[in-house]
């Protein structure tokens, strides 16, 4: 009997240490998991400050990078600007034959044109003061099927500027050759004015007075008020908020300068077959003001 107890003890003893064993294992388990809980809770929390760090420097990347496009933007426009300014006594002329320089040089070609088309000029102004003519080209090119045109740069402004607005009213003649004069601007700014192409003929059509302003400024005239527009994004925004015009004058922009801005204005449109104005008289049709504020 005591031998029977005394196994039954020893048994219960072993049990104990067995249990206490897998006790301390699984404590010991637990700890670890607990470990390891808090090492992911930490790296998480690491993750996250690093991708808020991250994310505000993104943020302030992006503001830099707007304010780098701003200064660009800006500057390109000031370049353009400059530019403009820098030719605004420049006169283009197209079209002129260029068998008449072999007879007489650009300079009288220029001074017999403004005789033949606006004499009145020269009587206001006296002698033309030119400070240099030339064609676009210095080397002649016997490929071209089409005269070079011709550079003047004009010492007064103000005649510059008569001479084409006599060239606005009525085509200019030299020896029985109609020619045309414009304007001397950049590239970028001749891309913008031909936006305006479509809905400048339309807003003729309509009475609005269109004109066109330094650099590619829209202005109409309507009810007594001047309207002025930048883009032809701003002209589209107009006129949707004016159901009278917007029945008669439907604007769907395309791309814009990377697509010249060509605008689909008024469905079923068609070119006149006998415009008042060519393109290129449209384009350079300048008047060098201050800007306005839409409907001043």
Not at 150 to 172: D, S, T, Y
Not at 201 to 216: D, H
Not at 275 to 294: A, D, F, G, R
Request: hydrophobic fraction near 25%; include cysteine; aromatic fraction near 6%.
């Amino acid at each position: 009997m005591k031998d029977e107890v005394k196994e039954m003890k020893d048994e219960v003893k072993r049990m104990k240490d067995d249990l206490q064993r897998k006790s301390d294992q699984k404590e010991k388990d637990d700890q670890k998991a607990r470990d390891e809980i808090q090492s992911l809770r930490i790296r998480i929390q690491q993750l996250e400050s690093s991708d808020l760090t991250r994310q505000q420097d993104t943020i302030k990347q992006n503001k830099k990078n707007e304010k780098i496009e701003e200064n660009v933007k800006h500057f390109i426009h000031k370049t353009d600007d400059l530019e403009n300014r820098s030719r605004r006594d420049n006169l283009r002329i197209i079209v002129l034959p260029e068998d008449h320089d072999k007879r007489k040089s650009l300079d009288i070609i220029l001074e017999e044109i403004i005789q033949e088309n606006c004499s009145e000029i020269l009587e206001q102004e006296g002698k033309v003061e030119i400070e240099r003519i030339h064609r676009s080209s210095p080397v002649f090119n016997p490929q071209l099927t089409t005269p070079r045109n011709v550079i003047a740069k004009f010492k007064n402004n103000q005649m510059k500027e008569k001479i084409l607005q006599a060239a606005k009213k009525k085509p200019f003649r030299y020896h029985g050759n109609t020619m045309r004069l414009t304007e001397v601007l950049d590239a970028s700014t001749l891309k913008d004015r031909k936006a305006w192409n479509k809905i400048f003929r339309k807003a003729r059509e309509l009475g609005l007075q269109p004109r066109i302003k330094y650099p590619s400024k829209l202005t109409i005239f309507l009810q007594g008020k001047v309207c002025s527009f930048n883009t032809t994004e701003e002209f589209q925004a107009f006129i949707n908020k004016r159901p009278d015009l917007n029945r008669k004058c439907d604007v769907q922009p395309q791309n814009s300068r990377e697509s010249s801005k060509e605008l689909q204005c008024c469905k079923g449109f068609q070119k006149p077959s006998n415009p008042t104005y060519t393109q290129e008289e449209i384009i350079s049709s300048t008047i060098y003001s201050s800007h306005h504020p839409v409907c001043s």
